[in-house]
């Protein structure tokens, strides 16, 4: 992958996923709020699930992007898997917010409290944490290449929460429902559930690659305006 | 499980609000940083037409 390759605009592709992101999110709320039936123990308040569990999903996508996008800079040296890496880190931190926050708002009215330092909710915690001193770090020199470098190691070794995000349910005693769809999940999913959950899953897949998309094109915007000042000033103390 | 009697559909509310509030304001985010870009992009033209007519 070249600079030039990232889209300096809104391309056709990302304007598709808008669509069909749109589309997706009208119909799952829909079916969220006049089609799927009321959970037996939690009665309506379990609907939050259907945009909390995706936003989480999501999260591990793009932090696993930022992984793989770290991992291609620091080996091929190229800037642009530096900027998909800064790009779908911020994503990531977006939607582990969503996450966090819509689980906090559900555990009000099911567990009593806002928060607690469960396995599940102290790990996603600290994913958040790893990722948002990522973009701190960015924040203080994008385009500084030793910046770029120790944000790359950040985003590498912070991917490590991911699975131990994923898997903390199975490790510890927790009291976070178990997997919605992994094999051997006991939520209870009726198909109408599952068949909705499915579909605010893909419309916010869509929404998060636009947003990806979108976003590189700034990163992209934003280097080429660095570039063309570095060219003038040069050109000026000459 | 102990779900709260007293208003569970006012917590369903405030989290779809609140997911739609965050993304509104990381669209409003993405949208300023655009428009900035944009503004820098328009002077550096302004400029490299001044210089051209200087030269």
């Known amino acids: ?238 | 499980m102990n779900p709260d009697p007293m208003n569970p559909l006012g917590y369903l509310f405030a989290a779809f609000l609140a997911f739609w509030v965050v993304f509104f304001i990381y669209a409003i985010f993405m949208a300023r940083r655009q428009s900035k870009l944009r503004a820098d992009i328009e002077a550096l033209k302004k400029e490299m037409d001044e210089r051209k007519r200087k030269a």
């Open chain 1, 1 to 238: 992958m070249t600079q030039d390759s990232l889209p300096g605009r809104t391309t056709l592709l990302s304007r598709v996923f808008l669509a069909l992101a749109f589309i997706g999110i009208l119909v799952s709320l829909a079916l969220i709020f006049l089609w799927v039936p009321d959970e037996r123990q939690q009665g309506a308040v379990y609907r939050i699930f259907f945009f909390h569990v995706p936003a989480g999903l999501l999260s591990f996508a793009a932090f696993a992007v930022v992984f793989v996008a770290s991992i291609a800079y620091l080996w091929k040296n190229n800037r642009a898997w530096d900027m998909v890496a800064h790009s779908a880190a911020e994503l990531g931190v977006v939607f582990a917010t969503l996450s966090l926050t819509t689980g906090s708002i559900w555990a009000r009215p099911i567990w009593g409290v806002w928060w607690t330092w469960d396995p599940r909710l102290t790990t996603m915690l600290i994913l958040w944490l790893i990722y948002v001193g990522y973009l701190m770090l960015r924040a203080y020199g994008a385009d500084d290449t030793r910046v770029s470098r120790f944000a790359s190691v950040v985003g590498i070794i912070g991917f490590v929460d991911v699975p131990i995000v994923f898997f903390s349910i199975h490790w510890w005693r927790t009291q976070h429902p178990q997997p919605v769809l992994a094999p051997g999940g006991n939520f209870g999913l009726t198909p109408e559930m599952t068949v909705t959950f499915l579909i605010a899953l893909a419309a916010l897949a869509f929404l998060s690659a636009h947003l990806l998309l979108e976003r590189l094109a700034l990163r992209r915007m934003s280097a080429d305006v660095k570039e063309i000042r570095q060219a003038l000033s040069a050109e000026e103390g000459a």
